[in-house]
């Protein structure tokens, strides 16, 4: 008669013990089998389970499983018949109490769930990883530059301009030099923004022509605000009948780290960086009116002003690892940066009345600031192979202490002449450098990552 065919494990004196109770001899093939799968789940889940991991969190080698030389009271010595049957009982398997000892480089992407289906295959030692990292670019201030009517409403500024999502790529290639350090370069960038936008007004002015746009120069027609506390309307540079304003700003990025591993902790992997990071953010602005004002001649604005910030500086990081179950995982990368800053201003005025150029400024000037800077990302990975994952995730950047083009179109200095007779015009000193701009980039991040 058939007994209960299997005892699952049971703990005895600190070890866990998988033992096949009576069973026919006929069964004898069959047995062995199952016996030989039970005790391989019971050497992975005692790895694992003992901390409460996910099952895939199995370290470099297998568990140590040996055979027992004799079982205790109650149990069965190895090779020894079963009471009551002539079926020899196979080895009895001891299996470790204690977790097996993880290694640093568990910390790869893809070895974990390598080693929970190979558990002979070593570590990867490369990784490449590419991703689709589209931005959008948002300041700390808003730039106006036209108001419709005297200090009306604006109508005309950076808040106007479409600065959304613009496409582009994250690459990340990187290597391990022994069990404990890694070494990763990563560039992100090709991503440029550009938008252009116009006011119009045709409604009557006190000149006996078309357009009630107000500058920038004039404090939008202000007469406390504008830099001469002249009239609250200055010809040839307010009253415009169209304004056009053209923004274009792009962001490139390369950076190389050396990470250190810090031990495993429960289902959380971590890692310190430093490293050097050359950063570029260049800025081209364009901002231009048209006014009938004076009379039968008109007027009229171009100002183009550029600005670049060439950036490198020194690194810090963490990077967290959060494995959520077998074969998806969680990474938060924070990371600081202080640059060294070297900046550059160039800014060209040109005013025309009628036919002729009344006014006209071009200069160039060159600083060196401090300026800080900042990401953090949160991407989750899904493992399709052992060797590759799919990633997708979200991003933000965010530096402080920029020079940008808007926030330094009216330098310190400027002040408007309205001599006798004359057209009033814009009188420049040489250009100082603002660099208390603050910008943050953030978008989606998706792409992948492989290991050799």
């Known amino acids: ?17 998988v033992l096949p109770i009576l069973q026919p001899a006929k069964k004898v093939a069959t047995m062995r089998v199952l016996s030989f799968a039970r005790r391989l789940t019971a050497s992975l889940l005692a790895c694992c389970g003992a901390m409460g991991l996910p099952s895939m969190l199995i370290a470099e080698q297998p568990c140590n499983c040996y055979p027992a030389p004799a079982m205790a009271a109650g149990g069965f010595a190895e090779g020894a018949p079963v009471p009551g049957s002539d079926v ?9 109490q204690h977790p097996c000892v993880y290694k640093p480089y568990d910390v790869d992407p893809c070895y974990d769930m390598r080693c929970h289906l190979y558990p002979g295959s070593p570590p990867s030692w490369f990784y490449v990883q590419a991703d689709y990292a589209p931005l959008f670019r948002d300041t700390a201030r808003d730039v106006a530059f036209q108001s419709l009517d005297q200090e009306g409403p604006i109508v005309l500024g950076t808040q106007t301009l479409d600065m959304e999502f613009q496409g582009g790529l994250r690459l990340l290639v990187g290597g ?6 890694r070494v ?31 500058s920038p120069f004039s404090g939008f027609g202000n007469p406390d ?18 304004a056009r304003l053209s923004l274009q700003t792009s962001y490139d990025s390369v950076e190389s780290n050396v990470l250190v591993d810090i031990p495993r902790y429960r289902n959380l992997e971590s890692a310190v960086s430093l490293g050097l990071r050359y950063t570029t953010i260049g800025e081209e602005l364009t901002y231009a009116t048209a006014s009938a004002a004076p009379a039968a001649v008109g007027a009229g604005v171009l100002l183009e002003n550029a600005v670049e910030n060439d ?44 036919a002729a150029i009344v006014g006209a400024f071009a200069d160039t000037a060159e600083a060196e600031k401090t300026t800080f800077g900042g ?35 009216i330098p310190d200095g400027v002040r408007v002449t309205t001599p006798a007779g004359g057209p009033n015009t814009l009188v420049f000193q040489p250009l100082e450098i603002d660099h208390s701009g603050e910008v943050v980039y953030h978008g989606p991040v998706a792409g992948f990552v492989a290991t050799w």
Not at 1 to 12: H, I, Q, V
Not at 197 to 211: I, L, Q, Y
Request: charged content about 20%.
């Open 184 to 214: 990763e370069t990563m560039f992100q960038g090709f991503q440029h923004w550009a938008d252009t936008d116009t006011a119009r007004d045709f409604s009557p002015n006190d000149f006996g022509s078309e357009g009630n746009l107000f």
């Open 225 to 242: 605000l504008n830099f001469d506390n002249g009239p609250a309307g200055i010809v040839g540079l307010d009253f415009n009948n169209s």
């Open 311 to 354: 950036m490198l500086g020194l690194q810090l990081g963490y990077r967290a690892r959060l494995l959520v179950e077998q074969r998806m995982w969680l990474d938060f990368d924070l990371r600081g940066a202080i640059y060294h800053n070297d900046i550059e201003h160039r800014l060209r005025y040109e005013q025309t009345q009628g």
């Open 375 to 409: 990401d953090l990302s949160l991407v989750m990975h899904y493992l399709v192979t052992p060797n590759f994952a799919v990633r997708l995730g979200y991003q933000a950047l965010w530096f402080d202490s920029l020079a940008l083009a808007a926030e330094n179109v």
């Open 88 to 96: 020899v009982a196979p080895p009895a398997v001891i299996i470790e």
């Open 176 to 181: 391990r030099v022994n069990e404990i350090y």
């Open 1 to 17: 008669m058939l007994m209960a065919p299997w005892k699952f494990a049971e703990r005895y004196n600190g070890v866990v013990r």
